[in-house]
């Protein structure tokens, strides 16, 4: 799947159990400046909300995101019963281990809720990282205990019991509290040794925001606070996860190095390069000097409908060429146009059919009709000009020319 300049794959790795954990990398159609890991929050998926806008936003800023299913957890493999915060700190690091191995180790690492505690705790296991963010983070493991309080006492004497949580049934087992009361995330903190930005909302209803100031108060500069007024625990307000997308993509930013010159140098002036990005059937990369620009097919005939079709790219060079070239012959013989425009399409057409065509037969051609938009205070002279220069464009003169296509395989 692509959006605009973000593809998101689906992957699987091993999580720290043996179990398949289901994963996707969002990541840039373009150069990647560092690569980042994403941890959810306590019984929710890679796929909620905050998870895929946090994700897209910072691909979008050339930072590929891997977001995964804890063990147990969304599509991953795994009995959710058998898992704890420390196998959940290990599933980190086994995503971490994974992006290593397969492509660069993660630079940032991003836990929202019990998952910002796993980041914390995994920090120090992931040299290569250099900045850590948490969102709607407790200071604490133990403090997810608190959403199944009054089960705590029925665990500790049976052994296990099933609990409700966000309206679903989960099996906790008296090794999952043991794990998190022997947790302590403090010296973590405090020797994290990585930039730190925290994320909480003052009127958190699920982790209070004392957390969030136990959590900056341990840590050591460079850290940051961010308010989120009166955003809930899951960011389920669009606004509030683009918020916190957007600033965490510019903060992150600051802590990376900038993208290797050699992959943003312009190119050759008049070289035009098409390559597929590998989403979707037809998506293309066309980079042209310093721009870029995506080249799709229409979902009628199997494309995204991502970007221009390439007769699309065509009649935007022909209209495009055209209302230039009216312009600088306006401005040249000081003609008052204020504002000029070029509308086009095209077609195939039997040549019979085509009265203003040169050609003859009853042979299909290609037919390329062209409205003129052209305002201002003028005469009808002038008007009738501009009409005339249009015909002249470089790009037009082009298509009515003999034009041959060389093709050559590159060595």
């Given at each position: 799947m692509a959006t605009g300049s973000v593809r998101s794959e689906k992957i699987t790795f091993t999580g720290s159990l043996g179990?398949?954990?289901?994963?996707?990398?969002?990541?840039?159609?373009?150069?990647i400046r560092a690569y980042a890991l994403f941890a959810h929050c306590f019984t929710c998926s890679k796929d909620i909300f905050a998870a895929s806008r946090i994700a897209g936003a910072l691909a979008e800023r050339g930072i590929a995101v891997l977001r995964f299913d804890f063990t147990g957890l969304g599509m991953s493999e795994g009995d959710f019963a058998n898992t704890n915060f420390s196998s959940n700190v290990a599933d980190l690091v086994a995503a971490a281990d994974?992006?290593?191995?397969?492509?660069?180790a993660p630079r940032v690492l991003v836990g929202h809720s019990l998952g910002g505690a796993a980041v914390l705790a995994a920090a120090s296991e992931v040299p290569e990282a250099v900045a850590v963010a948490t969102i709607g983070a407790p200071s604490t493991a133990h403090h997810v205990a608190d959403s199944f309080a009054n089960d705590i006492e029925t665990i500790e004497r049976d052994g296990e019991?099933?609990?409700?949580?966000?309206?679903?049934?989960?099996k906790i087992k008296?090794?999952?509290?043991?794990?998190?009361?022997?947790?302590?995330?403090?010296?973590k903190i405090a020797t994290l040794k990585k930039a730190l930005i925290v994320f909480h909302a003052p009127l958190d209803a699920q982790v209070s925001v004392d957390n969030a100031a136990d959590i900056f108060t341990a840590a050591k500069h460079p850290k940051s606070f961010v308010s989120l007024d009166d955003a809930d625990h899951l960011l389920t307000r669009k606004e509030d996860a683009i918020y916190v997308a957007d600033v965490l993509s510019a903060w992150a930013s600051r802590y990376l190095p900038e993208t290797d010159a050699a992959d943003l140098l312009p190119l050759e002036k008049g070289k035009v390069t098409v390559e597929e990005t590998?989403?979707?059937?037809?998506?293309?990369?066309?980079?042209?000097?310093?721009?870029?620009?995506?080249?799709?097919?229409?979902?009628?005939?199997g494309g995204d409908d991502?970007?221009?079709?390439?007769?699309?790219?065509?009649?935007?060079?022909?209209?495009?060429?055209?209302?230039?070239?009216?312009?600088?012959?306006?401005?040249?013989?000081?003609?008052?146009?204020?504002?000029?425009?070029?509308?086009?399409?095209?077609?195939k057409v039997h040549a019979d059919d085509c009265e203003e065509c040169a050609a003859e037969g009853?042979?299909?051609?290609d037919v390329m009709y062209r409205e003129l938009s052209i305002e201002g205070d003028m005469s009808d002279e002038e008007r009738a000009k501009l009409v005339e220069i249009a015909n002249k464009c470089?790009?037009?003169r082009t298509l009515e020319s003999d034009i041959e296509v060389v093709t050559r395989l590159k060595a």
């Amino acid at each position: 799947m692509a959006t605009g300049s973000v593809r998101s794959e689906k992957i699987t790795f091993t999580g720290s159990l043996g179990d398949t954990l289901a994963a996707r990398l969002d990541r840039p159609v373009g150069p990647i400046r560092a690569y980042a890991l994403f941890a959810h929050c306590f019984t929710c998926s890679k796929d909620i909300f905050a998870a895929s806008r946090i994700a897209g936003a910072l691909a979008e800023r050339g930072i590929a995101v891997l977001r995964f299913d804890f063990t147990g957890l969304g599509m991953s493999e795994g009995d959710f019963a058998n898992t704890n915060f420390s196998s959940n700190v290990a599933d980190l690091v086994a995503a971490a281990d994974y992006l290593r191995t397969e492509h660069e180790a993660p630079r940032v690492l991003v836990g929202h809720s019990l998952g910002g505690a796993a980041v914390l705790a995994a920090a120090s296991e992931v040299p290569e990282a250099v900045a850590v963010a948490t969102i709607g983070a407790p200071s604490t493991a133990h403090h997810v205990a608190d959403s199944f309080a009054n089960d705590i006492e029925t665990i500790e004497r049976d052994g296990e019991a099933e609990v409700t949580l966000a309206g679903r049934p989960f099996k906790i087992k008296k090794q999952f509290l043991e794990d998190i009361a022997e947790t302590t995330l403090k010296d973590k903190i405090a020797t994290l040794k990585k930039a730190l930005i925290v994320f909480h909302a003052p009127l958190d209803a699920q982790v209070s925001v004392d957390n969030a100031a136990d959590i900056f108060t341990a840590a050591k500069h460079p850290k940051s606070f961010v308010s989120l007024d009166d955003a809930d625990h899951l960011l389920t307000r669009k606004e509030d996860a683009i918020y916190v997308a957007d600033v965490l993509s510019a903060w992150a930013s600051r802590y990376l190095p900038e993208t290797d010159a050699a992959d943003l140098l312009p190119l050759e002036k008049g070289k035009v390069t098409v390559e597929e990005t590998g989403a979707g059937k037809f998506q293309h990369l066309v980079r042209i000097g310093n721009h870029e620009i995506f080249a799709d097919e229409p979902k009628k005939v199997g494309g995204d409908d991502t970007g221009l079709a390439p007769y699309d790219l065509l009649l935007a060079g022909l209209g495009a060429c055209t209302s230039m070239t009216m312009r600088l012959y306006a401005a040249r013989k000081g003609i008052n146009a204020t504002k000029l425009g070029v509308t086009l399409s095209h077609d195939k057409v039997h040549a019979d059919d085509c009265e203003e065509c040169a050609a003859e037969g009853n042979q299909k051609i290609d037919v390329m009709y062209r409205e003129l938009s052209i305002e201002g205070d003028m005469s009808d002279e002038e008007r009738a000009k501009l009409v005339e220069i249009a015909n002249k464009c470089p790009v037009h003169r082009t298509l009515e020319s003999d034009i041959e296509v060389v093709t050559r395989l590159k060595a």
